[in-house]
């Protein structure tokens, strides 16, 4: 697999302002996605979508084809999908919220190891998530990819080998961290847990928290802090 470019541009920008530790901090690393784990998202796309006529019907855990007009009971197509799934994002501070717990624990993480969050979206919207987080008292790190996670987590721990955990509510994420890093700790969480039904197995070797109460608790145990 291949690190996106701009992510790496990213991460190369934050490490020479000191935003992101260079190659040989030995701090534990705490690798975070961001939607659906740290703010909520399926809930607020739902009530998003319904404001513009639309319905998101989760029969299947994605987006493009489940997309209908209100109105005409019509599947949208994937390019008026894309154009207000871009809204949503230029607007992503009038509908998404934080997760519960979510700040605390992250708070508490990160007096012993470094957090970055890493979210699947397209970088065009990172400002946008970057004033949004800073609103809600999200200072860590925020990388965006285009392209598969793992890499970019590899990228990040360094040379030191020192320990990795990584959270996300996608299990081809996962899979991408631990063909990557093959000792990272991976967690599955997801905001809404009545939309593990829908969703692939994650990795069997992956821990499944229900919320930030036990992740927040695991993950400390899992990089030893």
Known sequence: MSLDPQTLGQIEALTSTGGISDGSDERPLLVL????VVLHFV??????????????????????????????????????????LGCFFDTQGDWQTLVDGAPE?????????????????????????????DQLGLPYPLLTTEMAKGPAIRHLRGQTGRAVAFVDDMPHNLVSARQEVTDSHLFHLITDNSLRKLVPAPP????????WNEAGERIAAALKI
């Open 105 to 133: 624990a992250i708070s508490a993480i990160a007096q012993h190891a470094e957090v970055v969050l890493l979210t699947a979206m397209p970088h065009r919207y990172r400002d946008t998530r970057r004033v949004f987080l």
């Open 204 to 211: 069997q070797d992956a821990t499944i928290v229900m919320d």
């Open 43 to 84: 809930g607020p796309l739902l009530r998003f979508f319904e404001a513009q006529n639309a319905q998101l019907r989760l029969s299947t855990f994605r987006l493009f084809g489940n997309v209908f007009d209100a109105t005409t009971g019509t599947a949208l197509d994937n390019a008026r999908v894309s154009e207000m």
């Open 33 to 36: 996605d961001v939607d659906d």
